[in-house]
């Protein structure tokens, strides 16, 4: 479904825009999950239209510096792929919340009221994503093959319903009703590259000497980042915690641990 006459700059100038405003949404403590709605919607129309920004797919790109597909320089692309993990080095991984359409397609699954599966915990997540990572690299840089490609995910967005890549993409998606984010948590190599640097953010959430500890925003959280002991690289400033907490002010986006 992909329009080739919409140049993919659109969806990257989206992302910055998108970013920006997201950032003030949490900066001045007006986010909440209603208002990430548009947001979401957005960023899952333009990664159907013209599949951007999807940052793993990038990263995929680049590492098989596949400049055709990439439809720009490789230096201007690695320069991209790493302003945003930057960004999350200041601001968290906004981008992952509501703006690369792999992360949204998953967190708007997530809304159906269906029971919910999976530990809220990281750990091995996040295990099997450096594992994951791994493959990656080595099957990009030393056999050339398309890891993300063979899971479906340019097939799943590009509509390809004849390619069975599509079928494992839509799986993942599918999943994603029951189980928070399979393939952010699982897969996803650039979020593997984001939650390091998410975890040293200069702006993440914290609580107050307003909090009340009674623990909602813990209960509420799908990734266990809530835990006032967790680093925030899996924090996919989803929201949950902020709508769930009932003393203003007790949980804010703000400078500092
Ligand atoms: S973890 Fe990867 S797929 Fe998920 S939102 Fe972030 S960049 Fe996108
Ligand atoms: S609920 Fe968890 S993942 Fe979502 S914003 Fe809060 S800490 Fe982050």
Known sequence: M???????SVGFIYAILAFAALAWLWYSGRF???RAVP????????????FAPVFPYQLQLLVLRDTAA?????PMTLVGTLAFIVLALVFGRIICG????????QEVMHLIPVKKR????????VAVRAGVFVVFL??????????LGLLGLAAFFNLAVASASFFVFLSIVLLSAVVYRPFCRYVCPYGALLAPAASRALYRLRRTDACINCR???RACPTGAARPDDGLGECYLCGRCTDACPVDGALVYGRGR
Do not use: D, H
């Not at 947001?39 to 013209?50: A, P, R, W």
């Open 2 to 8: 992909v329009v080739e006459a919409i140049p993919n």
């Open 32 to 34: 909440t999950r209603r």
């Open 39 to 50: 947001f979401l919607v957005v960023s899952v129309l333009l990664g159907y239209l013209v």
């Open 70 to 74: 990439l439809g720009a320089p490789l």
């Open 98 to 105: 509501q703006i690369c359409p792999a992360g949204a397609v």
């Open 118 to 125: 999976g530990s809220a915990e990281s750990r091995v997540p």
């Open 138 to 147: 080595a099957a990009g840089l030393g056999l050339s093959v398309n890891l």
């Open 216 to 218: 909602k925003c813990e």
